[in-house]
Nanobody
């Protein structure tokens, strides 16, 4: 059974930094394209960062230049380094594998982890 366990979120002041972790199990992690999603109340999850199995990373415009996604295949762990945080980054952050279809990106697994809350506030 696929499991994703996100951690590292907390309350941080604007301009601060956080490092999120996602421990994956039940998947062949080294061949999975992985992504970080975030969700705020009343909104859909949005893909903010993704990384291929070979390590190529892509970012949403809203986080480009501030966030860095990485992976450690030996540890089945995905990371998100978040710098220069803004209040609009406040959300619950989730990880999942993703697949590409018709030029769009979709979560691969229906089962999500509990997410980790990031709150950026002064």
């Amino acid at each position: 059974q696929v499991q994703f366990v996100e951690s590292g979120g907390e309350l941080v002041q604007p301009g601060g930094s956080l490092r999120l972790s996602c421990a994956a199990s039940g998947v062949i992690f080294n061949i999975e394209a992985m992504g970080w999603y975030r969700q705020t109340p009343g909104n859909q999850r949005e893909l903010v960062a993704r990384i291929t199995s070979s390590g190529s990373a892509m970012y949403a415009d809203s986080v480009k230049g501030r966030f860095t996604i990485s992976r450690d295949n030996a540890k089945n762990t995905l990371y998100l380094q978040m710098n220069s945080l803004k209040p609009e980054d406040t959300a619950v952050y989730y990880c999942n594998a993703y697949r590409t279809y018709s030029g769009r990106y979709y979560p691969k697994y229906d089962k999500w982890g509990q997410g980790t809350q990031v709150t950026v506030s002064s």
